[in-house]
């Protein structure tokens, strides 16, 4: 069965302290992995795509990278305003552009 | 502002009624997309749409089901409401290729009681 599994299901970090967040996935076929972010209430917010193995995006203190089975958020120094849940999605296979999400992982960063 | 529109923002009904949830899709766009959120399951596909037509259905109800309008405006409608159907529920539209994935509205907040 397809599946996106992300972990750790939340994380808490004081400011400063780096951490990442995984993004494991078993599709074939994969066409994008998507990386969100999502504030309580709002709708989910692009971050990064990214397409092969080795593949690395950056913005901030954030930063994509993407293996053949899992992708990683990496945060660095982050602040109280990075808190949020973290999406990860695939696009796969087909005609359609559908996305599978994960669950997400829920940041909480302490000042 | 993402470009897609949801409304209402907040929806209240009792039990057994049913609701239409409307997106307006960023301009251009050609699909739409329906998802689910709640709680415990995170966001679950539901439908997508492609220029009116029915391109892929994932875990929609048969209490459920949506359309999209010449104008490219999505409406989804839930019917015999339970308890259970009370989520976020969100609209998102795409270009085909694109390279973000979906733009995603604000939501519709559905609380059944």
């Known amino acids: 069965e397809d599946q996106v599994t992300q972990s750790p299901e939340a994380l808490r970090l004081q400011e400063g302290e780096s951490s990442s967040l995984n993004c494991s996935y078993t599709?074939?076929?994969?066409?994008?992995l998507f990386w969100y972010r999502q504030d309580p209430g709002k709708g989910p917010e692009f971050l990064f795509t990214l397409y092969s193995a080795g593949e690395e995006k950056e913005k901030e203190r954030l930063k994509a990278t993407l293996t053949k089975k899992e992708s990683f958020l990496h945060i660095t120094a982050p602040k109280p305003e990075d808190s949020a849940t973290y999406l990860c999605?695939?696009?796969?296979?087909?005609?359609?552009?559908?996305?599978?999400f994960g669950t997400g992982t829920l940041l909480a960063v302490q000042p | 502002d993402s470009g897609v529109t949801q409304t209402p923002k907040h929806l209240i009904t009792a039990t057994g009624q049913r609701v239409t949830l409307r997106c307006s899709p960023r301009?251009?766009?050609?699909?739409v997309y329906w998802y689910q959120q709640s709680l415990d399951q995170g966001l679950q596909f539901l439908i997508q749409y492609y220029n009116g037509e029915e391109r892929a259905k994932g875990n929609i109800l048969e209490r459920f089901s949506a359309q999209q309008f010449p104008d490219l405006h999505s409406e989804l409608n839930l019917s015999s409401l339970e308890l259970g159907d009370s989520a976020l529920y969100f609209c998102?539209?795409?270009?085909?290729?694109?390279?973000?994935?979906?733009?995603f509205g604000s939501g519709t907040r559905l609380t059944v009681v």
């Open positions: 301009s251009g766009d050609l699909s």
């Open positions: 998102a539209s795409s270009a085909q290729g694109n390279d973000y994935g979906y733009t």
């Open positions: 999605a695939v696009r796969y296979g087909g005609a359609t552009n559908k996305l599978i």
């Open positions: 599709v074939s076929g994969l066409r994008g």
